[in-house]
């Protein structure tokens, strides 16, 4: 069987389309011929901009970002953050243009993926296709669950499920180990994210560290005592579809995974 080399980027992607079935020599090969320029942005740059056409989807190879959309006076809602190996813009796809914003958080790096290119490879390999699918469906239910997170939870409930599911999304990807990681955002771009004021984010991270739940210093994040900040969160990653969670909606339970695996493919 040949071997296929592929860029972090693209290798972080396919972990991520591998929770759907693993793929073949050939896929990869699909997924390796679509990369075209790379591009670099500095902090806090504009990566996409809200409905405006864009040449080509950005797959994220190394820092972090986020989507976002502005209101008229100025204020910010922070949609998602977009970690190595996700796709800033996959949407347009079929939507043609975004509805949102993305910026970096930090230094960010990607490889752009030509539409035209990625349509013609889902096309000619429709198992692919379904993976990349999937991939949006997870982004759905990760919506969701920040759609719970702000309209229900406490503001202590609001960051420790925040501060877990990134710490999760990053370790799914080699990107987290014993239980620290990489988190360059600010307070005020962390209140964004969950609806809260940069006042309401200090005292509440503060009582975290008081308290040994998690610390946030120098743009990284140490979970100090994992287990307790999952429960004052509430938090099950059940949602994030992650291979080590079992759940009835984990893809593994999917009609097209097995499927595939009747077919050899799996």
């Known amino acids: 069987m040949r ?11 396919a972990q991520k389309l591998g929770r759907f079935c693993t793929l073949t020599s050939e896929e990869r090969l699909a997924l390796a011929g679509l990369p075209g320029a790379e591009r670099a942005f500095g902090p806090r740059e504009e990566m996409v901009a809200q409905h405006r056409p864009t040449d080509g989807l950005q797959l994220l190879v190394e820092g972090f970002a986020c989507r976002f959309r502005l209101l008229p006076d100025g204020r910010r809602q922070i949609l998602g953050f977009l970690l190595p190996g996700d796709i800033c813009d996959l949407s ?49 239910a ?59 984010i200090n005292r509440t991270l503060m009582n975290m560290r008081r308290t040994g739940l998690a ?12 287990h307790a900040l999952q429960a004052a969160g509430g938090f099950d990653p059940a949602y994030l579809h992650l291979p080590s969670v079992g759940s009835p909606f984990h893809a593994g339970a999917s009609p097209w995974k097995a499927q595939g695996a009747r077919n050899g493919f799996g």
């Open 3 to 13: 071997s296929v080399t592929i860029n972090d980027g693209l290798e972080r992607l």
């Open 92 to 140: 347009t796809l079929v939507l043609g243009h975004p509805d949102h914003a993305v910026s970096a958080l930090g230094v960010v790096r990607t490889s752009v993926l030509p539409a035209a290119a990625l349509a013609a490879a889902l096309e000619r390999h429709p198992r692919l296709a379904r993976a990349f699918w999937w991939l949006t469906a997870v982004d759905a």
């Open 142 to 200: 990760i919506t969701r669950e920040w759609l719970v997170n702000v309209g229900y939870r406490s503001a202590h409930e609001r960051v420790a499920h925040l501060l877990c599911e990134v710490y999760w999304r990053l370790e799914s990807v080699g990107l987290a180990h014993d239980n620290q990681c990489r988190f360059p955002l600010t307070q005020t771009e962390l209140g964004d994210a969950v609806a809260l004021s940069a006042v309401h």
């Open 215 to 226: 610390r946030m210093q120098g743009g990284m994040l140490e979970l100090l005592d994992r």
